[in-house]
């Protein structure tokens, strides 16, 4: 595979960076948070939809930023904005939020089975293109 160097345009491949190397985007200083977009999911066990319910509401007190949660009786997927210096601040804080959260809000022992970190500018172009996570439901805990 015939890879470009980082900072080089290629006509509609994609460009990977080497071991060591570094992308710097074009956007002004590293440090200053930034608004990303998450979406976590988990699954697990069968729990009771009324005390799922009930534990989502609850997380969703616990962290005001919850847009969504949508959940069935054995999994369910939540989506926030999370302002963090990068990407890897932002997943890092996703990846403990069910385990950190799992005790005061009545969470089930389910397992994250998939997580997604995208930037604001992302977030917008996915929904003016009509595919990205536009909100299937209004903000709040509904079931799927």
Known sequence: MRRARPGTASRGALTSVAAGETY??????????????????????????????????????DHPFLLTSRYAGDHAEIRYWEEARDLHDAAAVALRLWGEHRQSAGLPAWEIVGLEVIDRETYHQRIAAGYGPAPATPVGVHPF
């Open 24 to 61: 710097e985007p074009h956007e002004g200083p590293r440090d200053l948070p930034r608004l990303w977009h998450v979406t976590l999911s988990v699954s697990g066990a069968e729990v009771p939809l009324p005390d799922l319910r009930r534990a989502l509401e609850q997380l969703a007190h």
